[in-house]
Nanobody, 116 residues
Framework: QVQLVESGGGLAQPGGSLRLSCVAS????????MSWYRQAPGKERELVAT????????NYADSVKGRFTISRDNDKNTVYLQMISLKPEDTAVYYC?????????WGQGTQVTVSS
């Protein structure tokens, strides 16, 4: 079955950096675009970044443009989110998502906390 497993979250200071990973299994990873979302306490889940199936096309929320970079390694079935210049408002649970064969799949999420 489809599985998405995120890792790499943790505590970072403002201005710091983290790299999130999402390892996928159970589907042909290289055939599908992937997305990162986040959900802060008391807020709706929001789209952070997307990447096309072979990585040629990426899109970002305005709030993270220039600070976050989404990438993927299709040999490792992994999508990454490199985050720099972190701000307290980036604090959230980060999820990866895929829409495959008509279904939407989410990982379990990884907590990112930005605080001094």
């Amino acid at each position: 079955q489809v599985q998405l497993v995120e890792s790499g979250g943790g505590l970072a200071q403002p201005g710091g950096s983290l790299r999130l990973s999402c390892v996928a299994s159970g589907f042909l990873f290289s055939a599908y675009g992937m997305s990162w979302y986040r959900q802060a306490p008391g807020k709706e889940r929001e789209l952070v970044a997307t990447i096309s199936s072979v990585g040629r096309s990426t899109n970002y929320a305005d709030s993270v443009k220039g600070r976050f970079t989404i990438s993927r390694d299709n040999d490792k079935n992994t999508v990454y989110l490199q985050m720099i210049s972190l701000k307290p408002e980036d604090t959230a649970v980060y999820y990866c998502k895929v829409m495959a064969a008509g279904y939407t799949y989410w990982g379990q999420g990884t907590q990112v906390t930005v605080s001094s």
